[in-house]
């Protein structure tokens, strides 16, 4: 499926349906924190948290991806969140070694997905924590660290891709995942909040990305760059007024879902999607 922006004052967009991996929400719940954005004295409710995942899984037919689904582990309430399963490339899934014992057994579960799906499996031997860490932008992958995911584990995904990692210092733990930070648009654009990173990975950031979409902190403070774009149209929490106003002024089609609930879990839209990539 291929549609083309026509607005004439803006660049033409294109969208490329994805193909991507979700996991339902069935057993989420906050029941540890391990990030700032987790109070497991607050209350959640699953229900709303299932029936608000079915609106993104909606989103994404209707925008023509292919959605695989992995089946949901009772005592795994973070699986939701399958950016953090792995990072695939080229038919090539690199394994997640989660940080935190509450979510190591995730790691095992979606490499056993990848394999019995037809994906060559690496298995890890550094801490990382898959695609929320990796963002893969043209040939490069933004690797976030800092928090989750170890340096180690850019140099060893360097090796499994064969592509160029460039290292991002993440340093507000609001922001422990580089997809809470970065928003991939397109294979040349990003937007990004700057007070995410330190100065050389600010450095970094402004020379590859010199005409990037920075965000705003009260976008960034509802994960309104935990988003996933197909080139075109980029899906984003509804309540990132800013960022919708900045996507659209780019000639993009930023379409808005309310992910509350699992808001509370410290995850948005991209957190609870893994690209799969042949
Ligand atoms: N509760 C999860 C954690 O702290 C949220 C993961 C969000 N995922 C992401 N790709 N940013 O690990």
């Given amino acids: 499926m291929t549609i083309t922006d026509t607005h004439s004052t803006t660049p033409a967009r294109q969208a490329t349906a994805k ?44 925008l023509g991806f292919d959605v695989h689904l992995i089946d949901p582990i009772d005592g795994l309430p973070d699986m939701v969140y399958a950016a953090n399963g792995g990072f695939v490339i080229d038919g090539k899934a690199y394994g ?76 507000n733990p609001s922001f422990y995942h580089v997809d809470t930070a970065i928003a991939k648009l397109d294979e040349t654009n990003i937007a990004y909040l700057g007070s995410a990173f330190d100065e050389p990975s600010l450095e970094k950031l402004r020379a590859l990305y010199p005409d990037a979409i920075l965000a705003t902190e009260e976008d960034a403070a509802v994960l309104g760059l935990n988003s996933y774009s197909d080139g075109y149209n980029v899906v984003i929490a509804a309540r990132a007024k800013d960022f919708e106003r900045q996507l659209k002024e780019r000639g993009y089609n930023p379409i808005g879902v309310d992910l509350s609930e699992l808001l509370l879990g410290g995850g948005g839209v991209k957190c609870c999607t893994l690209e799969l990539r042949r």
């Avoid at 933004?142 to 850019?154: D, I, K, N, P, Y």
């Fill in 96 to 171: 997640a070694l989660f940080t935190y014992d509450e979510r190591k057994a995730e790691g095992p579960a979606y490499m056993e997905w990848f394999g019995a799906h037809g994906f060559e499996v690496a298995d890890p031997k550094n801490i990382n924590e898959g695609e929320g860490d990796f963002l893969l932008v043209g040939d490069n992958i933004l690797a976030g660290m800092g928090f989750r995911t170890s340096v180690e584990s850019h140099t060893e995904l360097a090796e499994i891709s064969g592509r160029n990692v460039v290292s991002l210092n993440l340093i």
């Fill in 19 to 62: 193909t991507v991996l979700m996991c339902r929400p069935d057993f989420f719940t906050v029941s540890y924190r391990i990030n700032p954005w987790m109070n497991p004295e607050d209350p959640t409710d699953t229900n709303l948290a299932v029936k608000q995942w079915q609106t993104l899984y909606d989103t994404y037919i209707e």
